[in-house]
């Protein structure tokens, strides 16, 4: 799915931008299993479910038939393990060893000897706040997924997750201007972001509340899981792009 509309501030370069979804995860298991929270099994740190390594598989093969795979020059995801694996998963370079288990990889999903693109993780991105829910250590992200780079956070305990309520729509939108915006500050042309349903869907609305009325209604409904939408900016304006690439 693509679109247009203004960009946060002037840029003088062409961006395309292409959000996604993580895939699948075992908290989403849960929600479907049981509406009642109170019977469901409350993950810290959710991995991917069987579905989503499915999903991962799919889309993967899917941007690589697109070409999309081999133009992306940068991948920018949340630190925490799902859209680690998904990132990992879709984006890792050229496979060793078809059997292989481990880093954060199952189900066929094969380790990678070097990353291509490049893989960064971002704070910026992650999901919302809410009590309960953290990552792992840094050094336990570098450990599991060694192909990552975690140069860009700081801190090695999680402590951003300390919050006894959960946070708002609009902090979450707030964070999404301040990260497009760092992103259109980068030399990169053409960037993939695995992040979080609601921190994508508020992004995409506080876009379109604040600088670009045009964008569709369409473009803002809720994420699926491991679901593509690909904005371009220039200089005053942001085009929605191509195929949505959903996954059920």
């Given at each position: 799915?693509?679109?247009?509309?203004?960009a946060?501030?002037?840029?003088?370069?062409?961006?395309?931008?292409?959000?996604?979804?993580?895939?699948?995860?075992?908290?989403?298991?849960e929600?479907?299993r049981?509406?009642?929270p109170?019977?469901?099994?409350?993950?810290?740190?959710?991995?991917?479910?069987?579905?989503?390594?499915?999903?991962?598989r799919?889309?993967?093969?899917?941007?690589?038939?697109?070409g999309?795979?081999?133009?992306?020059?940068l991948v920018?995801?949340?630190p925490?393990?799902?859209?680690?694996?998904?990132?990992v998963?879709?984006?890792?370079?050229?496979?060793k060893?078809?059997?292989?288990?481990?880093?954060?990889?199952?189900?066929?999903?094969?380790?990678?000897i070097?990353?291509?693109?490049?893989?960064?993780?971002?704070e910026?991105?992650?999901?919302r706040l809410?009590?309960?829910?953290?990552?792992?250590?840094?050094?336990?992200?570098?450990?599991?997924?060694?192909q990552?780079?975690?140069?860009l956070?700081e801190?090695?305990?999680?402590?951003?997750?300390?919050?006894?309520?959960?946070?708002?729509?609009?902090?979450?939108a707030?964070?999404?201007?301040?990260?497009i915006?760092?992103?259109?500050?980068?030399?990169e042309k053409?960037?993939?972001?695995?992040s979080?349903?609601?921190?994508?869907?508020?992004?995409l609305i506080?876009?379109k509340?604040?600088f670009?009325?045009?964008?569709?209604?369409?473009f803002?409904?809720?994420?699926?899981?491991?679901?593509?939408?690909?904005?371009?900016?220039?200089?005053?304006?942001?085009?929605?792009?191509?195929?949505?690439?959903?996954k059920n």
């Open positions: 799915m693509e679109t247009t509309a203004a946060p501030y002037h840029s003088n370069q062409k961006l395309v931008i292409h959000l996604i979804r993580h895939a699948h995860g075992l908290h989403n298991l929600s479907e049981h509406r009642d109170l019977k469901r099994i409350q993950y810290a740190d959710p991995e991917l479910s069987p579905l989503g390594w499915q999903q991962v799919e889309q993967r093969k899917d941007l690589s038939a697109s999309l795979l081999e133009r992306i020059e920018v995801t949340s925490l393990t799902r859209t680690l694996q998904t990132s998963g879709i984006f890792g370079s050229p496979l060893d078809e059997n292989t288990v481990g880093n954060g990889y199952q189900n066929g999903i094969k380790t990678p070097f990353n291509h693109p490049p893989i960064i993780a971002s910026l991105c992650r999901e809410s009590k309960g829910r953290s990552r792992g250590s840094i050094s336990q992200c570098r450990s599991r997924f060694p990552v780079d975690f140069s956070i801190r090695e305990d999680d402590i951003l997750w300390e919050a006894d309520e959960r946070e708002s729509d609009e902090s979450v707030a964070k999404g201007i301040k990260f915006k760092w992103l259109l500050a980068r030399k053409e960037i993939a972001v695995v979080h349903g609601v921190f994508l869907q508020q992004t506080a876009l509340n604040e670009d009325s045009s964008i569709e209604k369409e803002l409904t809720p994420f699926g899981n491991c679901e593509i939408r690909s904005l371009k900016f220039f200089r005053e304006s942001v085009v929605r792009l191509g195929q949505d690439y959903k």
